[in-house]
């Protein structure tokens, strides 16, 4: 499976992450958690190979990423960048069908079995009804489904977002955390996703990774991860975590510098 | 391309009788026929109108020798010259837009053509002196099947000089290439005038109609020099359609799909680079074809690639083979140069769709 040992990465001569060794675990969703800078997208982009380590590796399957032929590391891992580009006035089917463009040679057309992939795809997803649309008349959450859904029909055991919640509002938000949450329950896909939201990130993920300023400062279950005091030292944010439903953490943040801290004041907690 | 059977025969017969009614082969179809209209026109009219029954007489060789001359020799490898050019810049356009994600990108504003123009004008420079020193008598044109190599070179080289210094980070960033083209071009400009300059030679007229992109004189010579490279181009383009439909992506999404970026990019950097060089080679380089055609045909295709190929191919023929009967029929017996029409033609007709972009 995934995993990083002693992994250094930089742009250039700036370093942005810093001896890192972490394992993936299969068939679970991992949270990238950390504030600004921290180096969260820098380590999703290793993990697909995206940019070559300093120092250390990224395994997949005990091999490094880097001896991987780009091709068949596609087939085993897809990738949504955070701020992905709409080719110009493509429809939903044919934006989905990309997801196909490893399975087959490079002149191939698709098959029917790349067809199939693709409305199975648009199934999962619940974007069937907007096939024959031009994606970009789509609302941001539907746009996001669709994005997935490509990488669905890239048919890989492993699905690395880059802060897929960042544009949405707050219901698509909880759309794409939920939907990402099925597709790991119901089909075994293994998600490593990096999030903004502390309370997403305990209320979905299986396994946490904090990163502060390049390096792994903590990993584990949420609530071993989500402590007052983790949350104090890497977000510089004082706050009262409660248990949330199924044992996960919660929690109500109030930012350092705030001179009172409001005392009542309306907060909704999620359900699904 | 290959195209394996995948379903029933049944199925495939209906699947083309639906291509057949769709509005896709309608366009293609309106293409085709406009291609075969102005192809007509351009045999047809020119200084001398002819009959359909001469023009008939004149490609079957029935014909009174004046008839047959220009037809055969003046009109049919003039036109189907302006066919080839038609299709090269457009392609040619279609690909650097593509690769650049930029919708300005074409050979002129990259600086492809006037590279290829400033080699291929020293090479004829350099050729004639040579060739007059040996043989004052031969003072006929430089061997015209070397021309497009040399423009080539040039092209190759400048498109590799635009290409390296576009990138940013080790990666082609649209903005910063275009900007390196559009300055590149206008030194390479400048160098060609100096270099006409410098020579000051009887023959300058000559290259100066050249330059303005030009049919005259268009003989099966020019056309027999083109085609090869006509078809070496389209075959690379076509095995690019589908790498081409991924690289519009994300350069990284691109990369996680299995595509090695940079290998095709500088695959696609090449064809487009022969096939505007090795035009601008034998007819002079011939703006606006490179930088409509693309456009109009996208308008029309939507973001099916292999439809926007076939009409690029079709009407980057059809506004060559146009706007060179215009400019030789217009202000006959003067003649306007192929580059110069299409730009006119070409120009408000970009502002109009430039107009309408929302």
Known sequence: MLRTEHLSLAYGDKPVVDNVSLAIPEGGITCLLGPNGSGKSTLLKSFAGLLPPRSGQVFLDNRAVAQWDRRRLALRLAMLPQKPIVPDGIRVR?????GRFPHRKWWQMNLTIDDNATIDAMAMTGVSDLAERPVEALSGGQQQRVWIAMALAQETDILLLDEPTTFLDWGYQLEVLELLSTLNREHGLTVVMSLHDLNQAAQF???IAVLANGQLDTIGSPAEVITESLVNRVFRVHTSITAGREGRPFC???AESAQSRPRQRPHCTTTS | MTHPATTTPRADQRSLRKFCTSPIARLILAGGLSLAIVLVAGVQLG??????????AGLTGDSSEHVQRVVFEL???????GVLIGIHFALSGWLLQLLSRNPLAEAGILGISAGASLVAVVAFIIGDWLVSSANPYNNTSFALQYLPLFAMAGGLVTALAVYFLGMRHGHLSPVKMTLTGAVIAGMLHALTTGALAFWGHAHTELVAQWLAGSLYGAEWQHLHTLLPWTLIGLAGVALLVRPMEVMQLDDEHVRTLGLVLNRWRAFALLIATLMAASAVGVVGPVGFIGLLIPHISRRLAGANLSVQLVLCVLLGAVLAVLADLLGRTMFSPYEVPV??????????????LLSRQP
């Open chain 1, 94 to 98: 044919d934006l989905i069908a990309l």
């Open chain 1, 205 to 207: 993920a299986d396994r």
């Open chain 1, 252 to 254: 109500t943040g109030f």
């Open chain 2, 47 to 56: 200084a001398i109108d002819l009959s359909w029954a001469q023009v008939w």
């Open chain 2, 75 to 81: 009109r049919l490898p003039r036109t189907l010259t």
């Open chain 2, 339 to 352: 580059g110069v029409v299409s730009a006119v033609l070409g120009v408000p007709f970009f502002l109009y």
